[in-house]
């Protein structure tokens, strides 16, 4: 029976130390948690969060100006390029006489 309380009482006492180290192992866990998302993730977030303000300032203002300066330059193309082409197209001789 002495047998038996000393191998219960060792028993408990590695129960004990098991669960003692069990909250040291949580605590240290939580702090590199804590010290990882403070260090890595929170300047990550904020870099996202800068990259998508620039995206969002491009598509509000830096894209539909480039679109707006594009269909100008292609009018202006089209209109000293293309019109006078077209219409001195049309009227060569060889349009002038089928045209009668």
Same mark, same amino acid.
């Given at each position: 029976?002495?047998l ?16 003692s180290?069990?909250?040291?192992i ?6 590199? #948690?804590?010290?990882?998302? !403070?260090? $890595?993730?929170?300047?990550?977030? &904020?870099d +996202? =969060? ?13 894209i539909?100006?480039? #679109?707006?300066?594009?269909? !100008?330059? $292609?009018?202006?193309?089209?209109? &000293?390029? +293309? =019109? ?14 089928q045209?009668?």
């Amino acid at each position: 029976m002495s047998l038996l309380k000393s191998v219960t009482s060792a028993i408990q006492a590695v129960t004990t130390n098991i669960a003692s180290q069990t909250n040291e192992i949580k605590s240290v866990v939580k702090d590199e #948690i804590q010290k990882q998302v !403070e260090t $890595v993730l929170v300047p990550k977030i &904020t870099d +996202v =969060k800068n990259e998508t303000a620039k995206i969002l300032t491009a598509s509000e203002t830096t894209i539909p100006n480039k #679109i707006l300066q594009m269909r !100008e330059d $292609v009018t202006s193309s089209i209109k &000293t390029e +293309v =019109k006078p082409f077209v219409q001195s197209g049309i009227l060569t001789p060889e349009y002038l006489h089928q045209a009668k």
